[in-house]
């Protein structure tokens, strides 16, 4: 099973993992689950970062690079199908990353980790 995780996933899993749930931290620690990231939350990370609105203990590279690696992770880009199935999410949450990684598990049929309930308003799984 492919997981997508959300980026407060992503981070918490690095810097507070007594955040996640159990069922969460199962997964994550599941070597038999395919565990992605994709390319949004590494960007949404990189302008927190760079703006001020979060910090990361580390070189923020190293930190992607890292937690990618303790997570066994592979990162998923965002595609031209991703982008246009934007257009036809409703708009029960404007943040425009969460919308793309709403899209790219609408397009590949894998779950979010996530625990945000605007999510869970939307045609996809989510795993808590």
């Known amino acids: 099973m492919t997981c997508l995780l959300d980026t407060h996933i992503l981070l918490w899993s690095a810097l507070e993992p007594e955040k996640l749930s159990r069922k969460t931290l199962d997964i994550i620690e599941n070597q038999e689950k395919s565990l992605v990231i994709s390319t949004a939350s590494v960007w949404e990370i990189v302008t927190k970062v760079s703006i001020g609105k979060l910090n990361i203990p580390m070189d923020i590279e190293a930190f992607i690079r890292t937690t990618l690696s303790r997570l ?57």
């Open 72 to 128: 066994n992770a592979r990162i998923i880009d965002i595609t031209l199908d991703d982008t246009l199935g934007i257009g036809s999410l409703p708009l029960h949450h404007k943040d425009p990353f969460d919308r793309i990684l709403i899209s790219q598990s609408r397009n590949r049929e894998i779950p979010i980790i996530t625990k945000d309930a605007q999510i869970s308003r939307y045609d996809v799984e989510i795993i808590w």
